[in-house]
């Protein structure tokens, strides 16, 4: 019976059916022709050497030597194929497992570390990826040798085969017991080099922090750590493979001193010829190649069955909220946007926001305030639709925003967070990203708006300049102002803030909002913050604590409503004397 795993592998194998049978057919005739070999030398040694024909000697070499070279190079064909259509093969897996990732839940990121995700999108499909390119091929190759030198060894002797053919089945019996073992084991290294990548990537990240706080030695211990666990797993993994391929070798071994003991004793009595000897032994030499190589195989391939069962385990994972059957697709939106009631919970039981209602008209502005953790930036995952709400509903010009074809609502917002995300190309990729179409007059125009253009054009390269890994050539105010750029390039109908001018100075921050208030047409605008610089600009400030909205009203109504905006008020006013 097939198994579940064997399926799901043949289906991306089927769309490659005519490289594969191609790949086959080549195979087959290359192997035919090697394997041919044996049998023109027992017509050599017996017919040509045994009876001192040396013509009929030169002529069988000439001949063998042109085979020979035409099967090469059929060989060499073969895996030109082979390598075609398995890479593709194996793009496509991980293509695959890169789409599911982009339609996971935001929740699962949240959950996952970073290091699983990349060990299994790179290491776990290169371990698939090799046992394809390299595995396979072999397996293929050797299950034909297999196959012709058995019909070989029954034709030119089948008592003397069928004695020494005992020893396979005791090998395979013989390494059974190690079989689920491997695996496990195999599993648990995939995982420790997981952890391993997780660990690098924190580190590498975070590496102002690490040398801050003086944890070089903290965390070169934790590194040594890791990787002792690492190498005692791997070497576990090693033994099982050493006491598999000791029992494989002795039995092989006793196979071969059969051979030559009972072989050798019928030509010395003249029951056999010397050439079909050397064939007979030929051919279980091409039988034990191919049979230790599938036992070799046998062992890669629980490697490979764990790293299959890691990848799978993603494709699996339940997918976000699929759209529903004729969702909207809009082209523009007005930008009303209304939360009814809303309640939603990152874990069952604890409430991240609690029933929260609240309505900003069409082209106005809502400041939402609050302490760390309050249920702020959960609004503007809601209004995203990463999330969808427990209970009540997130509306956006009157309709339900689980109405609308997901991807077709986000076009029509811009977000800019507090630490934005910059990829590794140039400022000017960057800035596209919001726009791809953008001409160069609108990022600088962009630009100007987010008080950034002045900076771009004193960089030696200009828009050209590399900002690095997540931009960190840039500093955080900088980090902010393209990410305001980006999202100003957008033409957003709803511009979401989260904390997004935190890393600048007021002067520049008062001068960026200004020219946000002039876009037109006036996108409507929700900025997360705990600045009341900001939150002053608002028409609406909503005051979030618990999960609740415990204030609402225009800044100056509650400043002098003495509550807790008002302390918060009077706590910075403080602050900046």
Not at 88 to 98: E, G, P, S, V
Not at 192 to 216: C, P, Y
Not at 417 to 432: M, V, W
Request: charged share 20%.
């Amino acid at each position: 019976m097939i198994s579940s795993r064997t399926k799901r592998v043949a289906a991306f194998i089927v769309p490659y059916w005519a490289p594969a049978l191609l790949f086959l057919v080549v195979l087959i005739v290359s192997n035919a022709i090697g394997m041919g070999f044996p049998m023109a030398m027992k017509f050599a040694i017996d017919e040509a050497i045994g009876k001192g024909n040396e013509s009929l000697l030169y002529e069988m070499i000439g001949v063998v030597f042109v085979v020979l070279m035409l099967g090469s190079l059929l060989s060499a064909v073969g895996m030109y194929v082979y390598t075609g259509f398995t890479s593709k093969i194996l793009f496509d897996m991980r293509f695959a497992l890169f789409r599911k990732l982009q339609r996971l839940p935001l929740g699962f990121f949240l959950r996952t570390k970073l290091g699983d995700v990349a060990s299994r999108i790179t290491g776990d499909i290169a371990e698939v990826q090799t046992f394809a390119t390299r595995s396979l091929y072999a397996l293929t190759n050797s299950t034909l040798q297999l196959a012709v030198a058995t019909a070989a060894l029954l034709w030119l002797d089948w008592p003397l085969f069928l004695l020494t053919v005992v020893f396979v089945p005791l090998s395979a019996l013989g390494i059974r017991p190690f079989r689920s073992k491997l695996r496990s084991v195999s599993k648990s290294i995939r995982e420790q080099s997981a952890d391993i990548e997780q660990f690098l990537f924190e580190n590498v990240t975070g590496m102002k922090t690490v040398r801050s706080s003086g944890a070089q030695s903290f965390e070169g211990k934790r590194y040594v750590v890791l990787s002792r666990e690492w190498i005692l797993r791997l070497l576990r993994s090693q033994r099982l493979s050493a006491w598999m391929g000791g029992v494989n070798g002795v039995l092989i071994g006793g196979a071969l001193a059969i051979v030559c003991g009972f072989g050798g004793a019928q030509v010395i009595h003249g029951t056999k010829t010397l050439g079909s000897l050397v064939a007979f032994s030929t051919y279980l030499l091409m039988l034990i190649g191919p049979a230790q190589s599938l036992m070799t195989l046998y062992i890669d391939l629980q490697k490979a069955r764990a790293s299959m069962d890691r990848v799978f385990e993603y494709l699996d994972k339940p997918e976000e909220t699929p759209d529903r059957p004729r969702a909207r697709r809009p082209s523009r939106l007005r930008g009303e946007v209304e939360f009814r009631d809303v309640s939603f919970a990152h874990e069952p039981g604890a409430p991240t926001l609690d029933h929260v209602s609240f309505r900003v008209p069409e082209g106005e502005t809502l400041a939402i305030v609050g302490a760390t953790g309050a249920g702020k930036s959960t609004i503007l995952d809601l209004l995203l639709r990463f999330y969808e709400p427990s209970d009540g509903a997130v509306l956006v010009d009157g309709v339900d925003l689980r109405e609308y074809h997901r991807r077709s609502l986000v076009r029509r917002f811009a977000v800019v967070a507090q630490d934005p995300i910059l990829f590794h190309a140039t400022i000017d990729e960057n800035l596209r990203y919001g726009n791809r179409a953008a001409s160069a007059a609108e990022i600088a125009a962009a630009c100007r708006a987010a008080r950034i253009h002045d900076f771009i054009a004193s960089l030696p390269d200009g828009f050209r300049t590399i900002v690095g890994e997540r931009g960190m050539r840039l500093s955080g105010g900088e980090r902010q102002r393209l990410a305001i750029a980006r999202a100003v390039l957008r033409r957003p109908d709803v511009l979401l803030f989260d904390e997004a001018t935190s890393a600048l100075d007021p002067t520049i921050e008062r001068e960026i909002l200004d020219e946000i208030d002039a876009i037109a047409p006036r996108p409507t605008r929700i900025f997360v913050t705990h600045r009341l610089s900001v939150a002053a600009r608002a028409d609406e400030v909503i005051v979030i604590a618990g999960g609740r909205i415990v204030e609402r009203g225009s800044h100056e109504r509650l400043v002098a409503s003495g509550g807790a905006y008002a302390r918060l008020h009077a706590e910075q006013e403080i602050a900046t004397r």
